[in-house]
Nanobody, 128 residues
Framework: QVQLVESGGGSVQAGGSLRLSCAAS????????MGWFRQAPGKEREGVAS????????YYADSVKGRFTISQDNAKNTVYLQMNSLKPEDTAMYYC?????????????????????WGQGTQVTVSS
């Protein structure tokens, strides 16, 4: 049973930083995809960044390139999302997701339906 637990959300002023963590348990594979998604009220869930565990490939949405960094700590089975230069439009519920195959290319990682496992979400609020 794969479980994902997010932490690190909160409230910050524009220009500030937050680091989200996603602790994964139950995955026995050496390569798999873990991603961060976000969903603002009234909007669809969108891909933010993903990392292909075991391969090292990363993907980012254009809206966060240069500001957000996804990374992994294999010893802790944890994926991080470092968010810098935050903007009010980054305000959303952030979700961690995992799947064996979602990171196969630059298109599949972005689509929520390609992920089988999801965390409960952590709220990020950026004030102007």
């Amino acid at each position: 049973q794969v479980q994902l637990v997010e932490s690190g959300g909160g409230s910050v002023q524009a220009g500030g930083s937050l680091r989200l963590s996603c602790a994964a348990s139950g995955y026995t594979y050496s390569t798999y995809c873990m991603g961060w998604f976000r969903q603002a009220p009234g909007k669809e869930r969108e891909g933010v960044a993903s990392i292909y565990i075991g391969v090292g490939r990363t993907y980012y949405a254009d809206s966060v390139k240069g500001r957000f960094t996804i990374s992994q700590d294999n010893a802790k089975n944890t994926v991080y999302l470092q968010m810098n230069s935050l903007k009010p439009e980054d305000t959303a519920m952030y979700y961690c997701a995992a799947d064996l195959y979602a990171c196969q290319d630059g298109v599949t990682w972005y689509t929520p339906r390609n992920y089988n496992y999801w965390g409960q979400g952590t709220q990020v609020t950026v004030s102007s």
